[in-house]
């Protein structure tokens, strides 16, 4: 990488860490630090969201599939416009306008008020192991662009440095540097693809005539895809919007109901089309400049998420690589940093809150980041033992999925608040999805461990509150 393209980089990054101390110096308690004073408008949520949802880690996971399945890997990001549209229509008005939530800063605050403080206690743990898995994923996306881009630069001594600037930035600013850092990189992410990443790579790569040649034409086609693929992304991203600690962080910090509905369809939209589409483009550009002897792997094997970063530094002249890069960077800074402000806020609001009640709101915030330094700093070993972006993400939203989704659909949509079934349907879903995905074992149709895990959640909590209705009847009729 040249010297002007370094130069660009380190002033970005400079940039971002600067965000974040200002917003250090204005913040004034938990409710600042952890959603934004609560009245921030519908773009910046809207870009935040899909900024976080997409981020490095999906950036980098689509230009992967793009390099293996081309077009038709946009339909993992279908799954996410059809999350986040449901979620606006059924889950916002419900979560928004409830004067019981007004006060909330964290998903498991609603499993207390619906259920009791056991249930909340193992929310927040199902939330926090998820969140740091993807917080993870993030460093991990981040540092595969790094050393991809970098000669010379070590896979493991990118993970470092990314892991220093995007927790340092996250621990000083809180949700509101997050939210509005978020905004200003989706929005160079955004720029960098359509201005510099697709042209430069179609024209490096020979044109239209050039890529249908070097591919077979399954590449150009959406449906070069099992059914059970799309069943699997769905399962696991869709739900993802009505469990995830990020997105009711992010409708707690909206202004109002309305707010917060424009907000998810604006991040709807950027997801699918627009974001799909340049992703999975970009990552079979990529392969068709592997095919043609453009690039090279590195190491014999070519990872595919690792295509597009070499294919990149390939390309782009110096001082657009230094933007583009910058570009990329701030995509796995929006996830990796929102990602960490949710496992934060589940250990100080939900699992600590105790302690943190007897402090002042200025010691409170002290102790908020100092929870967010240690989190990211683990966060970062998790990252130096994988290896895969998408499969570490998909894994945490899965958790994530099959432990929470039955629990909250029952209170908030069935009005069935039964504590001891939703524990056994936590416990049980989510521990279905983690042996099985841990196992490695074959499941039948090819299909996700996380479906599995969500049909022992529902199991679970149907027959524990049958069992909990059955003894009730049983008492009145004894009495």
């Known amino acids: 990488m040249a010297l002007i393209d370094l130069i660009i980089f380190f002033v970005y990054m400079i940039v971002m860490l600067g965000v974040g101390y200002y917003f250090m110096r204005s913040n004034t308690g938990q409710d600042d630090y952890y959603v934004g004073g609560r009245s921030i408008g519908p773009w910046h949520i809207g870009l935040s969201v899909v900024a976080t949802d997409v981020g490095g880690g999906f950036s980098v996971g689509l230009g992967g599939l793009g390099f293996v399945m081309g077009l038709s890997g946009s339909w993992m990001l279908f799954t996410g416009l059809l999350g986040a549209w449901l979620a606006a229509v059924y889950l916002i008005p419900r979560v928004k306008s409830n004067p019981a939530f007004a006060s909330f800063y964290t998903f498991p605050q609603i499993f207390k008020h619906l259920y009791n403080n056991q249930v909340a206690i193992v929310a927040a743990l199902i939330c926090f192991i998820g969140y740091l898995g993807f917080t993870s994923s993030q460093l991990l996306a981040g540092a595969k662009l790094a050393s991809g881009t970098f000669d010379g ?17 996250t621990v000083l600013g809180g949700l509101k540097a997050v939210i509005y850092t978020d905004t200003i990189q989706w929005i160079i992410l955004l720029l960098g693809f359509i ?20 591919l077979p034409a399954e590449f150009f086609s959406l449906t070069n895809l099992r059914w059970q693929d799309f069943v699997n992304w ?22 109002d109901v309305a707010s917060a509905k424009k907000a998810w369809f604006i991040a709807g939209f950027f997801e699918w089309p627009i974001m799909a589409f340049m992703g999975v483009a970009l990552g079979l550009l990529s392969r068709v400049a592997f095919e043609q002897g453009l690039i090279e792997a590195v190491g014999g094997e070519m990872d595919p998420e690792m295509g597009l970063p070499i294919l990149l530094s390939t390309v782009l002249p110096a ?33 600590f809150k105790k302690f943190f009640d007897r402090q002042s709101d200025k010691k409170n915030m002290r102790l908020s980041q100092l929870f967010t330094l240690i989190i990211g700093a683990v966060a970062l070993m998790i990252a130096l033992q994988m290896t895969n972006v998408l499969e570490l ?3 945490s939203y899965a958790f994530m999925v099959s432990g929470l989704l039955i629990p909250l659909l029952a209170a908030l949509f069935w009005g069935n608040t039964n504590p001891k ?4 349907a936590m416990v049980g879903g989510g521990l279905t999805t983690l042996v099985l995905s841990l196992g490695g ?19 679970l909590f149907l027959l524990v509150n049958k069992m909990k209705t059955k003894e009730k009847r049983n008492y009145i009729i004894n009495q």
Do not use: K
């Open 421 to 424: 079934a939703a524990m056994s």
């Open 234 to 255: 769905g399962v696991t991203i869709m739900p993802i919007w009505f469990v995830g600690m990020t997105l009711y962080q992010r409708i707690f910090a909206s202004r």
């Open 319 to 351: 001082g657009i690589m230094g933007l583009m890069m910058s570009a990329y960077f701030s995509a796995v800074l929006s996830t990796a940093d929102s990602c960490l402000m949710a496992a934060s806020g589940n250990l100080t609001t939900d699992l």
């Open 153 to 169: 630069l070590s896979l493991s001594t990118a993970l470092v440095i990314m892991g220093i600037i995007a927790v340092v930035y």
């Open 195 to 214: 201005f510099i990443g697709l042209p430069i790579s179609y024209y490096h790569v020979g044109g239209w005539e050039s890529i249908r040649e070097t």
């Open 441 to 459: 074992w074959p499941l039948p149709f090819g299909l996700d461990p996380n479906l599995f895990g969500v049909t022992a959640s529902l199991a």
């Open 393 to 395: 993400m998909i894994y």
